[in-house]
T-cell receptor, first 114, second 109 residues
Framework: GAVVSQHPSRVICKSGTSVKIECRSLDFQATTMFWYRQFPKQSLMLMATSNEGSKATYEQGVEKDKFLINHASLTLSTLTVTSAHPEDSSFYIC??????????FGQGTRLTVV | GQNIDQPTEMTATEGAIVQINCTYQTSGFNGLFWYQQHAGEAPTFLSYNVLDGLEEKGRFSSFLSRSKGYSYLLLKELQMKDSASYLCAVMDSNYQLIWGAGTKLIIKP
């Protein structure tokens, strides 16, 4: 199957700093990537849909100025958590869709803000 | 509103069979997915059903009834490594994935 690589897998940062998470499609081109957040024992929550060459589409309640998404190429999307706070600590996962249906996930990033 | 329901937790014995149910109410339907997620890891794809019936893939099978808004994932010959959360997700009319909260499956020796 298709491979999606997400980096870093774990990051600890100080409150008020920014963290960038990268999501790469290694063996295919992804015009659309998705960013999810998952709190412990909860379901995946879609944060935004990232489209190559255009602005991301954010879900209701997600602050676009806080969670900056850039999809600069067909193989790379980045999520930057700006001015991170402890409540932003979560598991962030990206995915890329192949065709209309199948989705492949990155490894996920465990963000801890201290 | 859109809703996916699945049991929170299930326990089964190594070597046995377990069925994890999922019921859904969504605006439109473009297929139902099952994913496996081990603790601290990203989900991995298990199955996709868009037509009614049973899809078998090795030890795992997935069933769909669109008229009932119902699916199940059947795991046979359970192994300890099958201990994980199993996520049911439905793709709605906008091709967005609506996720269930997941079923934590505990396998006992």
């Amino acid at each position: 199957g298709a491979v999606v690589s997400q980096h870093p897998s774990r990051v600890i940062c100080k409150s008020g700093t920014s963290v960038k998470i990268e999501c790469r499609s290694l063996d295919f081109q992804a015009t659309t990537m998705f960013w999810y957040r998952q709190f412990p024992k909860q379901s995946l929550m879609l944060m935004a849909t990232s489209n190559e060459g255009s602005k991301a589409t954010y879900e209701q309640g997600v602050e676009k100025d806080k969670f900056l998404i850039n999809h600069a190429s067909l193989t790379l999307s980045t999520l930057t958590v700006t001015s991170a706070h402890p409540e932003d600590s979560s598991f962030y996962i990206c995915s890329a869709r192949v065709g209309a249906t199948e989705a492949f996930f990155g490894q996920g990033t465990r963000l801890t803000v201290v | 509103g859109q809703n996916i329901d699945q049991p929170t937790e299930m326990t089964a014995t190594e070597g046995a069979i377990v069925q994890i149910n999922c019921t859904y109410q969504t605006s439109g339907f473009n297929g139902l997915f099952w994913y496996q997620q081990h603790a601290g890891e990203a989900p991995t794809f298990l199955s996709y059903n868009v037509l009614d019936g049973l899809e078998e893939k090795g030890r795992f099978s997935s069933f769909l009834s669109r008229s009932k808004g119902y699916s199940y994932l059947l795991l046979k010959e359970l192994q300890m490594k099958d201990s994980a959360s199993y996520l049911c997700a439905v793709m709605d009319s906008n091709y967005q994935l609506i996720w269930g909260a997941g079923t934590k499956l505990i396998i006992k020796p």
